[in-house]
């Protein structure tokens, strides 16, 4: 599946090559490999930097940009299917949200934004694609002050992306809680989506040091936040539970659309603060975010969730989502 997305940016005789070799494992793994230099190198993608557009290896920004410094920037991760972008006014929305929080002037209003994301897309013939869209504070001096930084610089990339291999999705994955806990909101907001991971990117260290793929974040005072880049729900009892904002979960906009979801299917969703031991004597749970869209987990630390197996009301929203992802969001070819 990953090969043949690949294959949509190698060049023609390339991809022929490739087509007639798709089946034969080793030969699959030997193109991969090959693909993605190719890929690399024939490379037709175009990237938006502040107005303009640029071949990916002329896509630059300045070793001053203090969103390379010091992390001082905001981001959203968008996906777009079946030709149309999926609530792409809620991720702005957001992306103004996390601007306003740490005072960085987007230097375009909202619809200037969302044609941008648009009209990227059209150039990178995206039809079922992730686009990542991010906000530097711009280049400033190598100290801190963002002040000194004259204008923040607005990029978009459009791509593919799959974050884990389907069986995954099939079979549910097994995830542990790992020692870093999710940040302070007095320190640094989980609800910015800024462009300073470390937090996460910490805890995914752990989490695959630890064979998992995912990682359950606990706040400072020990209840359940979030995933490094996904929000977490459970099902008991015919109910949905999910960490509220305050845990320190990020306003997930793919946690929106499910607890919706599951309002018009007539099951019950609260936030209220949960434990390691809510998480355990789950009957189900599932991760949901952008990227990993919803994903069933059938291990947490060692305890088996529920029959160990995804269970029926995930399987259901999973449908659902994916039903509502083929025809819902901005139009991207008129
Ligand atoms: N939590 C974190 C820390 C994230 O980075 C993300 C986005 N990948 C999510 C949750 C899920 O948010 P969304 O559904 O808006 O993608």
Sequence with gaps: MQLRKLLDYAPAPFQRFCDSTFQHGHVYRCACQAI?????????????VDGKYYDQQNAKVSVFDHGLLYGDGIFEGIRAYNGRVFKLKEHIDRLFYSAKAILLNIPMPHGDIMRAVIETCRRNKIHDGYIRLLVTRGVGSL???PYKCKRPSVI??????????????ERGLDIITVPTTRNLH????????SLNYLNNVLAKIEAINGGCEEAIMLNSEGYVSECTGDNIFIVKGGQMFTPPLSAGALYGITRSVVME???????????????????FNADECFLTGTGAELIPVVKIDGRVVGTGKPGSATKSLVKRYHALTQVSGEPIYG
Excluded: C, W
Excluded at 156 to 169: F, M, S, T
Excluded at 186 to 193: D, E, F, G, R, T
């Design 143 to 145: 100290g801190l002050n």
């Design 261 to 279: 979801m599951a309002r018009e299917a007539s099951i019950n969703v609260s936030e209220p603060n949960l434990t390691r031991y809510d998480l």
């Design 156 to 169: 978009v990339i459009a791509d593919k992306i799959q974050l884990y291999p389907p069986e995954y999705y």
């Design 186 to 193: 007095s320190a640094l907001n989980p609800a910015i989506k």
């Design 36 to 48: 993605s230099v190719a890929s690399h190198s024939f490379s037709r993608m175009k990237i938006y």
